[in-house]
């Protein structure tokens, strides 16, 4: 097993032997492809927290397959567990077995004690944007109504009914006819009100307005099947909700028979310093999307957990082939004893205020940092141009200066994400278990990459 103890590059990036793979990507591959175009990486191997190219150069990686890599590359304790499972299963459909029966007892015993007797599980295709799918689908059947509201700024997937309750207009302007019925209303994103309100003169009115359009004979939008929201918009830019608007948005659908749907997609599995998010806002939804880190090694799986008040559902309702992916069960119930044997909700929240000082520190060095958001280790910095008047031109300036400092930590030995709307936030998504010397390193390399690509 490789060992890595520091970042080191030791080529320009790409490398020539990355250069090569990545021409025959090139030549080879749909051009949809996203990531190898802003990481120009060709990996040969990864351990832990590190990602080793092609040409020997190691990169401290915060961005752990989007979110997927929760224990970073290759646990041992789950990858002996994937490799124990391969000898006995790997497929099994949607058929009972101890690997599928160990996963879904443990999680459901990671519910909070008043959801865990009532919830039931779906096992859906490998992916959140199915899961997402599946939960709509639910939703609609349950209640025999067909609209859906979802929220500004949000992202559920790129499928048809996923890309249909995203926020993002730009991918759905290229694909005509959406899922009908989909309504969007604004999310409590304080730093840019939609409402165009400061803190001091709001009392949750982006809460308040949906409340008032779903109780109002003329608001023009019948009771929807589901809500449906992120309590951290993560490819919206870290933005997480406020504790108001969370806990108004569920007494409102609550009130009015509406299931609330939570997609925990990027945000569950311990990334927030809570198993869910949603716990941290003292709320109970009906059904909640899991998916990315379910098995803290990289292998697909998605689930939905929900309300048995909601499984009216006929047999064969939401299908799909690789739900049995038995490899995956073990691998998660792997690392759910990794989780709790190496204490790694607390040390996700004691990493998460060390890379919130961090932060802070940083936007107070750097001119161009206009807004610091987080929530355990999911952190992002917004860029704003600090020499134009906001407008399209100093968007534009920002987008290439979030870019910039991403290419430059790159340079350096960090793998970070760009998000947000218009790619002006520099992200980070660390595994749970990193140390306190990865995160100085992370941030010593930020420093550094802001300064560069700022000045």
Known sequence: MTSYGAPAVRTAVPGPRSQEYLARQEDAESNARSYPRRLPLAVARAQGSYIEDVDG??????????????????????ADAVRRQLGDLVHGLDLPTPAKEDFTARQLAMLPGGMRERMKMH????????????????????????????????????TAGAMAVTG???????????????????????AHCPLGLTPDSCTTNCATYLERVLTDANGGITLPAAVIMEMVQGEGGVVPATMEFARQVREVTRRLGIPLIVD???????????????????????VVVASKA???????????????????WEPGAHIGTFRGNQLAFAAGVAALDVVRDEGLLENVRIR?????KHFTALRERNRWISDIR???????????DPDRPAGPEARAAATAAARAVQSAALRLGLICEVGGRDDIVVRLLPPLNVTAEQIDFAADILERAFAEATR
């Open 294 to 312: 379910l098995s803290g090694i990289g292998l697909p799986v998605a689930v939905i957990l929900y309300d048995r008040a909601l499984d009216v």
């Open 57 to 78: 150069n190691v990169f401290l990686d915060f961005l752990t397959g989007a979110g997927v890599l929760s224990l970073g590359h290759n646990h041992p304790v789950v």
């Open 374 to 384: 987080g929530m355990g280790l999911m952190w992002g910095a917004e860029l704003a």
């Open 264 to 286: 925990e997609v990027q945000t569950g599995c311990g990334r927030t310093g809570t198993w869910y998010a949603f716990e941290q806002y003292g709320i109970e939804p009906d």
């Open 168 to 190: 993002n207009t730009e991918t759905k302007s290229q694909v005509g006819g959406a899922m009908p019925g989909v309504h969007f209303f604004p999310y409590s994103f304080c």
């Open 352 to 356: 998460g205020e060390q890379l919130g």
């Open 123 to 158: 096992f859906c295709g490998p992916t959140g944007a199915n899961g997402v799918e599946a939960a709509i689908k639910l939703c609609k059947i349950a209640t025999g109504r067909s609209e859906i509201i979802s929220f500004q700024g949000g992202f559920h997937g790129s």
